[in-house]
């Protein structure tokens, strides 16, 4: 017997948003273009892959570019400062411009950084290298969640995030492996080689298929008025619940990332030799949530998935604080609620992220920037803190615990504020 289908929240159109020149005489009329949804899922994971594939070889570049250890840990810090802050640009810039010349040009930098990489002399030129990396492949995150809203709505934008969500955790969890061999059987600098070859090959697709999808421009550009407009979305309630329940979802499994080396090398010793199973089940977990919620899209509101999901998520963090207050010796008690709690997250993810980017029709562009930007604020705070109160599991599970209930907690505002006007 089928449960009930429960009424699906169709997002609100940017039908009339202010524009300029042609765009205004052609939004209201113009169909909807189509876009390949495996293209935006590759361009969507060229940072995250490229992130975590040099990983492995840190100790090798180290020494061909005589550096220290915490020298050319700076590759991976700068990464992940160039994917925030290159967030808050991308977007505004392509509610002005458009998304194709944004993730055209985004790619390109990216191909300057990964050139600047293979052939860098020292770590200073790798640096800058890496942060040209980091800044022109978050275009296409900021790009690839704005394209979805636009060229769909409901069920089938969920879908959709849901595909992207997908490949960015699972281009997170095979990069490091694709990375070990590949410096192994080539040398570090080789694997900047293999990313060229597929980041143009990316780029050269995306100029024969990419579509413009923004047909509603916002106003000229310039330092006030994204600040401005970033001060709007900050706000709204229901941008900043959703979002919050979205990073709460998604990055709060970085501090397991962080800490499960330390919880079964500790905790679990005689479980050492099977860490890379427990890793697949951080990833399997997320990915078969994401793909739960595209079917749940089309019988339930975006709202109940990113509520069911959530409150899971927050239950399933709880129940691994109980399960390692009570039994610390028992993987059972490690990997179920760990499972659990990213399958949870994966399902809640392309929910709330359809809806934070829905709170202003506007400038879907400079909410995906926004969004973004608040994800990785999240999973900074988050291992950060992991990082000063220790690796223990408990400590863990406290933090992962009021995360999770916070993002709850942003997620029941954002309903109760879903219906506010845009501020001024």
Same mark, same amino acid.
């Given at each position: 017997m @089928?449960?009930?289908?429960?009424a699906?929240?169709?997002?609100p159109e940017?039908d009339?948003?202010?524009?300029d020149?042609?765009a205004?005489?052609?939004?209201p ?7 390949n ?7 969507t994971a060229?940072?995250?892959f490229?992130?975590h594939v ?7 570049a180290?020494?061909?570019l005589?550096?220290?250890? /915490?020298?050319?840990?700076?590759t ?6 160039? +994917?925030? +802050? ?7 810039i392509?509610?002005?411009?458009g998304?194709?010349?944004v #993730?055209?040009?985004? #790619?390109?930098?990216? +191909?300057?950084g ?9 770590? %200073?030129?790798?640096l800058v290298?890496?942060? +040209?990396q /980091?800044? %022109? ?6 790009i690839?969640?704005?394209? #979805?809203?636009e ?11 849901a595909? $992207?969500a ?15 061999y590949l ?18 090959? #990316?780029? !050269?697709l995306?100029?024969?298929r990419?579509?413009?999808t923004?047909v ?7 330092? /006030?008025?994204i ?6 979305? $900050?706000?709204l ?8 329940? %979205?990073a ?18 500790e905790?679990l ?7 890379g ?12 949530g ?14 109940a ?5 959530t409150s ?5 963090a709880?129940?691994?604080?109980a ?13 179920a609620p760990? &499972? ?8 809640? @993810?392309?929910g ?7 709170a202003n029709p ?5 909410a ?5 930007f608040?994800?990785m ?7 950060l &803190?992991?990082?000063?109160? %220790?690796?223990? /599991?408990?400590? !863990?599970?406290?933090i !992962?615990?009021?995360s999770m209930?916070?993002g709850l907690?942003?997620?029941?505002v954002a309903?109760?504020?879903?219906n506010q006007?845009?501020?001024?």
């Amino acid at each position: 017997m @089928n449960a009930p289908a429960l009424a699906t929240v169709e997002l609100p159109e940017p039908d009339d948003a202010p524009v300029d020149g042609a765009a205004a005489q052609s939004a209201p009329d113009a169909p909807r273009p189509r876009v390949n949804l495996l293209l935006m899922a590759m361009t969507t994971a060229v940072g995250t892959f490229s992130m975590h594939v040099f990983v492995p070889a840190l100790p090798a570049a180290a020494v061909a570019l005589s550096a220290s250890p /915490s020298q050319i840990q700076l590759t991976v810090t700068l990464y992940l400062v160039g +994917l925030a +802050l290159g967030q808050i640009v991308h977007g505004p810039i392509s509610d002005r411009f458009g998304r194709r010349p944004v #993730i055209l040009g985004g #790619i390109g930098v990216y +191909l300057v950084g990964t050139v600047g990489a293979l052939l860098a002399p020292s770590l %200073g030129t790798l640096l800058v290298a890496r942060v +040209l990396q /980091s800044v %022109g492949s978050c275009a296409g995150l900021v790009i690839g969640r704005a394209t #979805i809203r636009e060229t769909s709505s409901g069920p089938a934008a969920v879908a959709a995030l849901a595909v $992207l969500a997908s490949a960015i955790t699972l281009s997170s969890a095979v990069a490091p492996l694709v990375g070990s061999y590949l410096s192994l059987l080539l040398g570090w600098r080789m694997l900047f080689a293999v990313l060229l070859v597929a980041a143009s090959i #990316i780029l !050269v697709l995306l100029y024969l298929r990419f579509p413009e999808t923004n047909v509603v421009r916002s106003a000229p550009l310039s330092l /006030s008025g994204i600040a401005l407009g970033y001060g709007r979305l $900050l706000r709204l309630p229901a941008f900043m619940g959703y979002s919050l329940c %979205g990073a709460a979802c998604t990055v709060t499994a970085y501090a397991f990332y962080a800490a499960l080396p330390f919880l079964v090398g500790e905790e679990l010793p005689h479980a050492s030799l099977g860490i890379g199973f427990i890793y697949l089940a951080v990833v399997t977990g997320s990915i078969l949530g994401a793909l739960t919620a595209r079917q749940a899209a089309r019988r339930m509101s975006l709202e109940a998935i990113a509520l069911i999901g959530t409150s899971v998520a927050t239950l399933a963090a709880v129940a691994f604080l109980a399960g390692r207050a009570i039994a610390p010796d028992t993987v059972a008690t490690l990997v179920a609620p760990l &499972f659990l709690m990213t399958y949870a997250g994966g399902f809640a @993810n392309p929910g709330a992220a359809t809806l934070a980017m829905s709170a202003n029709p506007h400038a879907v562009g400079t909410a995906s920037s926004l969004y973004g930007f608040i994800q990785m604020a999240v999973g900074a705070l988050v291992t950060l &803190f992991v990082g000063l109160v %220790g690796h223990d /599991s408990l400590s !863990v599970g406290w933090i !992962v615990s009021i995360s999770m209930g916070s993002g709850l907690a942003g997620l029941l505002v954002a309903r109760r504020a879903r219906n506010q006007p845009l501020p001024d």
